[in-house]
């Protein structure tokens, strides 16, 4: 049974994959809906949405403070899914979960990913769940068609990037720096060294994240993958706009910079 | 579950029963996995054991006592209370015994950089002391909180020569600096190691910091058998990750006579949502690399936890603790704030000796429940530090 993500991965051949972060209600619920299309309309090929967490420990400043500041409101997971469904209704692009693993834990993964399948997610990036500890998680997964996208780091050992690539159902998203999210490292020859390594190992497509906050950024890895996440640096967009519409345009502006970049 | 099942644990994937486990970014899988051979390479090594032993004999003061404390026994109409002397070591608790071992560890893989989170800042000093031992660059994260009532421990470290990193976010405490510890490591993980001050973390962290801390479990056995003649009826240590209970615990796991208690942290009460007793009032979840027991609310976040001690004030708990719950080898009890600066104060005027407020929470534990103990019972209390570090903890308290 294929999902949203799996057709698209298979489509685009030389197309390549532009996926922004949005964190589920920073700086609210509704105007991450709306954000969403926005994304949707400016060239972007899936959307990455963020569970916030009350300890986001492979993220940077940028996401722990929109993660924080979701949390501050009071948002439930309910909440979240509600917004889900009503993003889902407006737009046909693949939805990503990006979360850390206890919250699954508390709703039980099955009921978990039921639910998160139910209001229109294709597929789940769980940063503190390695594959070695993914079997429940997969199984999960499996039975309700929603991708299971496993990250690569450039510590990676050859065997460990075939096991992540075994596991991932979809794309797997290469992180292309030793750190969290939103490091705003330059990008050198090693980083180059890894995505190709990547490209020699993998059957799976690739994405590449943390740390892409430039067109130049993009141009450069865009130029070895298949595509990238944006995360921080759109959260740090975000952050200076003054009300919705300026931050819909902020995020327009930057996205369609990048997609003309790539 | 069967001694001897219990004693090969964890199984080959750091499980206790179903405890335990690796759940860190991939960036450090490498680096857990690099860890462990290592360790295993090393742990039986003749010349290692010997250097190891060198150092705890001749730094930090090893053996410890298994003191008879009299007027304690006698205040509460026992016979033989017995303290295991952690207090007495170099830097004034047992978390040396810890960092001795894994400084080894660290500078023979070749690290040159080494980080630690702290809670009541004692691992921090530990941490700092072995830093400075072996001439080692040290960064040492603590929360903001904590660095505010553990300022004593504050400027040790630094006059160690570590950089002591204040952390803001969240409730600015042990959990949060362990956060910031981990994103460090994620960071920079291929020059730096990362010197975990519990069993806690992802495997084989749990495992390591529990060997290194047997060396408390491994001489109260022999100083039993030669001070009374026989193993201990029961013995008490306070729980927040829980390795100087497990160091203790350790050796006694199989010895069924043992009778075997942790202590936790109730804060303002069980009932108050203001207490850090992972496994008396959590579910088993994840943080900070393992599953395990922990405090968190319906949606999986984690809930802020409370302790009048630095140290104990933390939502999870070592996955091997969570087993020993399950299985019930060992029991797990709580005393509030209160009870606890009681028992501090107590033991302070009866025997001379000022507990750590960690320390202090075995002992309330004691006094609370002295009704179910049989007059010449060999009871042994963990005396796992000591409490020169709380006086401003208690300072503000009489001021309440």
Redesign the interface.
Known sequence: MSNRIQELVAESSNHKLLIPYLTAGFPSLNETIQLAETAADSGCDMLELGLPFSDPLADGPEIQYSSHQALQQGLKFDEILSAVEKIRARIEMPLIFMGYYNPLIAHGLGDFVRRAAGAGIDGLIIPDLPVEESADFKVACNKQAVSTIFLAAPTSSKKRIKMIDKNSTGFVYAVTVTGVTGTGKVFDRSTDNYLKKLRSILDNKFVAGFGVSSPADARRLGALSDGMVIGSAIVKLLRQGKNLIDRRMKLERFLSSIRKAI | MTAKKRKQMPDH?GRYGEYG???????????LEELEEFYFSIKKDRSFKHELSGYLNSFVGRPSPLYHAQRLSQYLDLNHIYFKREDLNHTGAHKINNTIGQILLATKMGKKRIIAETGAGQHGLATATVCALFGVECIVYMGAEDIARQAPNVEKMQLLGAEVVPVE??SKTL??AT?QA??DW?????STFYIIGSVVGPHPYPMIVRDFQSVIGQETKKQSLKLFGRLPHLIVACVGGGSNAIGIFSQFLGDKSVKLVGVEAAGLGLASGKHSASLRKG???????SYSY?L???????QLPHSVSAGLDYPGIGPQHSELKDSGRVSYGSVTDRETVSAFKLVSRLEGIIPAMETSHALAWLIKNKCKMRKNDKIVVCLSGRGDKDMAIIDKWDKK
Request: proline share 5%; aromatic share 8%.
């Open positions: 994937r486990g690796r759940y860190v970014p991939e960036t450090v899988m490498y680096a976010s969240g959990k949060d956060n981990l994103r994620v960071t920079n993980v291929r579910r088993p979840g994840v943080l900070h690399g922990l968190y609310d319906d949606d999986g976040q984690i």
